[in-house]
């Protein structure tokens, strides 16, 4: 399974990345390959390709904001929430999505 996933806070600073960094460790404590892209104050890091897309089984955008390019996840199964849930929550929102496209 993989997933791609955005993560973006109003500030850009530190909850994308704790948020990046903490649905990277849930994925990959469940087996699951996944490519985050951060879209923070540095602009975007990591950047998802149509590639990335295609391979994808399901696609998690984390935000407080509006990301870059959203419709490009448009062929994917896709989970929304706020950045806060994936700092606090990242293992209940990788087990939602996988449960959703299982």
Known sequence: MKI?????????IAH???AAANLKKAAESK????KIET????GPENVITDADIAQADAAIIASD????????FDSLPTLECGVQEAVKDA?????E??????
């Open 4 to 12: 791609v996933a955005v993560t973006s806070c109003p500030v850009g």
């Open 16 to 18: 994308t990345y704790m």
């Open 31 to 34: 087996g699951i390959t996944i």
């Open 39 to 42: 879209q923070g104050a540095q």
């Open 65 to 72: 904001v509006s990301i870059r390019d959203s419709d490009r």
């Open 91 to 95: 293992n209940g929102i990788i087990e």
């Open 97 to 102: 999505v996988m449960e959703a496209i299982s």
